[in-house]
Structures are given as C-alpha cells and as structure tokens.
C-alpha cells in the first residue's frame, strides 16, 4: 500500500503554507497545503500560468497581506479555498486541487 502520510498537522503554520511530496496518479510530486484552523486543503505545486512552481525556495511560499497565495515567478495570486487566480497572469485559472485528510494529527493524501 502507498505511503499516504504528508506531514503533521503542526508543521504548516495556521493560515499558511508548506510542502510536501506526494504520489499523485503514480508520480511523484511537490505539493502545496494550505491549513486553516484543523483543515488541510492541497493543490500540485505548479503555477496554471507557466507551470512553474509556486515557491521561491523549497518550502517557502508567498502569502500576501490578505492571505492569498502569491506565486513567487510571476505574481499571479491565488484564493486558498478553491485555488482559483484572483489577480495577476492566469487569472481564471485555476490550481490542480489534490484530495487530503486529516487524521490524528497527521496530513494524508486520500
Ligand atoms: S509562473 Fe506563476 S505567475 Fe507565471
């Protein structure tokens, strides 16, 4: 059975970001959760506009003051409820959501 788990609930800071790496379709990748209190949301790590990721290094994203998520090549910004572009390049787009869960403390893909 695939190894699910992503990381805890702990390590991505309430209303904010982080990475982790997961088997999406059978590959291996990088993936962006966003925590809002208890609730883990997670989208591919790849900006719709030039399939670039999202961070500026690993594990660091840009959030703007009003807690969108902000990609770090263009600007393009992101709401973090359905990961649609609200403003910059790709507006209208949207990020490839990724199902998860979160289970005793712990993020795991479903
Ligand atoms: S690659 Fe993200 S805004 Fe261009």
Do not use: Y
């Amino acid at each position: 059975m695939a190894k699910t788990r992503l990381t805890t609930l702990s390590r991505i800071p309430d209303g904010g970001f982080a990475e982790a790496e997961g088997l999406v379709d059978g590959t291996l990748e990088s993936l962006v959760l966003h925590r809002s209190g208890a609730s883990v949301r997670a989208w591919l790590n790849v900006c719709p506009h030039a399939g670039r990721r999202l961070d500026w290094a690993p594990g660091e994203f840009l959030k703007s003051k009003d807690g969108l998520l902000v990609c770090a090549v263009h600007g393009a910004s992101f709401e973090t409820v359905g990961g649609e572009c609200v403003a910059g390049p790709c507006r209208g787009d949207h990020l490839r959501a990724v199902a998860v869960e979160v289970r005793d403390d712990e993020v795991h893909l479903l």
